[in-house]
């Protein structure tokens, strides 16, 4: 099976399995659910509840954002603990993963291929949760030029690309979970172990970002720069978190792909 | 294993290493000493005072602690699932926190000012300023455009806006009132500094990677909490990029303010012109009688570096406090200058004493204050890693950058 054959396999499967569309209706309801509480009530306070939501009754943009904001800290990666965790373990689990290899694939291309279709889902998912917030946004609010942090007011069609480069920026912090999903997706032939596991691993790494004490160890985690997208809301944008955490999250990349090499292409595949 | 199975795990080992290769040398590049043509302590106030550079941009970080412990600041960003459990940043615009006691203020902003703290600063000559403090999810924004000067906070949207018909005026006679030439004025701080206070230039690491050299400032005193107050001036252009002060018994520095990038050259002209956006909420404010000298709003010191560095008119006169120029964040600064009768002692041993009818009712009265403060010998001690501050039990407050031994023996009148 060519490269490109294997790939295409692997994304149709992916998008053809009722729990990828579950999981994905699940996030667009996020802010569909956001916008219509503030819409039936009369909006909270302003700085109460979550960063924006005081500005989601003003312009429709905002229920976008703070769709994004709310879903990164369990809502997303939840559902890519659930992808990643079953990219090897799943095969393994389900006794496919022995015949996906007597077809002449080898093992390192076979990860790539896992690994590609769960960094495409970190993406469908960002950009779902961005979609419908956009679209309930449009149907329930006005939507208009947007007030950026600093004050500056920039017109629509400037503001969408605001809005795809923050989702943009949230499907490439998801990227290291991935990486370490993928390498725990190797460990184990329990696929739901996996996922458990990953889940685990990205709720404490953000516990671990919240201790003071472990001042040193918190640029290093995947999560650091999480929440860091506000800067793509200033005028003039800071594109410096973008960097360091595209920076750290192909550090992650790099790591947990060789160490799931590792494991993979040194493991005895029995099922 | 064998040693097939063995060549599988080389790049799990690789890749950590590469990574920790290229953090490790990230760092002593960062940390790599500069060689620069040696200079005197003089020379290097001579160029910070010769410093021309009236336009430039760059990101400041400010970091402040003051040995107070830190509490986890879970949700404070606002952004936990949940949405009720967090207020904002802006909690103290919510309706809720104005009911709150005293104390609760108090915590709010000892948090907000201690910790690191992020702000861009863009400048083009005396009169055109803005600084952007970045806070989480929200942004503080300071902009000064010749006569106007606006605030905004996006966290409550609400802008503050004045005009200060004579503020350009004002700044220039200033300048008239310098030295007439950078070398005497450096050589009148090297004066008036030298009486209590060992000077010398440290190779210094490099700051918002440039060359600069430090200018490290020792307190020659016993009883100072100040250790060290290191000055990191830019080679190229003599502007200061940093301020780091070293309290005594503390390895991290108490305060440290300083550029982490560090552009000279004129900023965009636009980001000078402010016009408050649709929906805020504008307040006017009328010039108080006395003119203002300086911004409205309320400004968190340690987040706007870019106004301590020296670099306004308003704060380039070192010559005339010599010893207070970097004591810009200490409250006793402030009051020395209203009442100059209840200063005791000299340079860093300046100790304020303020009487009982002075004391802010909120610091006498209040219930957490004393619960922090330890008792003792003649009253409670207020003890941050740069500030002391006694309340004897007569009712006095008595505060410097001092050991609480020397607090006591101004108290006792001696």
């Known amino acids: 099976m060519s490269n490109r054959g294997l790939l295409a396999n692997e994304v149709v499967l992916l998008y053809r399995r009722r729990r990828t569309w579950a999981m994905l209706l699940a996030l667009g309801a996020v802010p569909v659910l956001i916008a219509v509480a503030v819409r039936l009530t009369s909006g909270p306070p302003t700085g109460r509840g979550p960063a924006f939501l005081d500005r989601v009754a003003g312009n429709g943009f905002f229920v976008a954002i703070t769709g994004l904001l709310v879903c990164i800290p369990l809502f997303l990666p939840l559902t890519v603990a659930v992808v990643a965790g079953d990219t090897i373990a799943g095969e393994a689990g389900s006794g496919t993963l022995r015949y996906l290899l007597t077809a002449p694939v080898s093992r390192p291309r076979l990860l790539l291929v896992k690994f590609t279709v769960a960094a495409l889902f970190c993406l469908s998912a960002t950009v779902m949760v961005a979609a419908c917030g956009l679209g309930i946004g449009s149907l329930l609010f006005p939507v208009g030029p947007v007030t950026l942090l600093s004050g500056t007011t920039v017109s629509a069609p400037a503001a969408l690309l605001r809005v795809g480069l923050i989702a943009l920026y949230v499907a490439v912090s998801l990227i290291g979970l991935a990486a370490v999903g993928l390498f725990i997706s190797t460990l184990t032939d329990v696929p739901v172990g996996a996922m458990a596991a990953i889940a685990v691993i990205a709720v404490a790494a953000q516990i671990l970002g919240q201790l003071p004490q472990l001042d040193w160890l918190h640029p290093w985690l995947f999560t650091h720069h999480w929440l860091g997208f506000a800067d793509l809301l200033r005028d003039p944008i800071r594109w410096a978190e973008f960097g360091q955490n595209a920076l750290l999250q192909g550090g992650y990349l790099l790591v947990f792909g060789a160490l799931a090499y590792g494991r993979f292409a040194s493991k005895d595949v029995l099922s | ?414």
Do not use: C
């Open chain 2, 1 to 414: 294993m064998k040693p097939a199975v063995l060549k599988k795990w080389i790049p799990a080992v690789l890749a950590p290493a590469v990574i920790a290769a290229f953090a490790i040398g990230a760092s002593i590049a960062a940390d790599a000493q500069v060689q620069l043509e040696p200079k005197t302590p003089q020379q290097v106030l001579q160029m910070i005072v010769d410093s021309k550079v009236t336009d430039f941009s760059g990101s400041t970080s400010a970091t402040l602690d003051l040995g107070i412990p830190r509490l986890p600041d879970l949700g404070s960003n606002g952004t936990m699932a949940t949405p009720d459990a967090s207020p904002g940043p802006g909690a103290s615009a919510s309706p809720d926190s104005t009911s709150a006691p005293p104390e609760a203020h108090l915590l709010d902003m000892l948090a907000a000012l201690s910790g690191t703290h992020e702000a861009q600063v863009y400048v083009d000559g005396p009169d055109k300023a803005r600084i952007q403090v970045l806070d989480g999810m929200d942004e503080q924004n300071f902009i000064r455009n010749g006569s106007s000067l606006w605030h905004y906070d996006s966290s409550s949207n609400t802008a503050d806006h004045i005009v200060v018909p004579g503020f350009p005026k004002k700044a220039s006679s200033k300048h008239s009132t310098m030295p007439p030439t950078p070398g005497a004025m450096a050589d009148k701080i090297l004066e008036a500094m030298g009486q209590n206070t060992d000077m010398s230039v440290a190779d210094g690491p490099r700051i918002a990677d440039r060359d600069a050299y430090t200018l490290e400032l020792v307190p020659r005193s016993d009883d100072s909490l100040v250790a060290k107050v290191s000055i990191g001036v830019d080679a190229a252009t003599g502007a200061p990029l940093q301020v780091v002060v070293d309290a005594v018994g503390q390895t991290n520095p108490a305060v440290s303010v300083g550029f982490t990038s560090f552009t000279p050259g004129t900023p965009a002209a636009n980001l000078f012109e402010f016009t408050p956006p649709a929906g805020a909420k504008v307040n006017e404010h009328k010039v108080p009688p006395r003119a203002l000298k300086d911004k409205p709003g309320h400004h968190p010191d340690a987040a706007n570096p870019g106004k301590k560095l020296g670099h306004k008119p308003g704060n380039a006169k070192p010559g005339k406090q010599p010893g207070h120029r970097f004591d810009t964040d200490k409250p006793g600064h402030k009051k020395a200058m209203q009442r100059p009768d209840s200063i005791r002692g000299t340079g860093w041993d300046t100790v304020v004493v303020v009487p009982a009818k002075d004391v802010p009712k909120e610091v006498a009265g209040n219930a957490m204050l004393n619960q922090l403060a330890t008792p003792v010998e003649g009253g409670k001690l207020l003890h941050t890693s740069l500030l002391n501050v006694l309340l004897t039990d007569d009712g006095r407050m008595v505060l410097g950058l001092v050991s609480l031994a020397r607090l006591q023996a101004v108290a006792n009148g001696k």
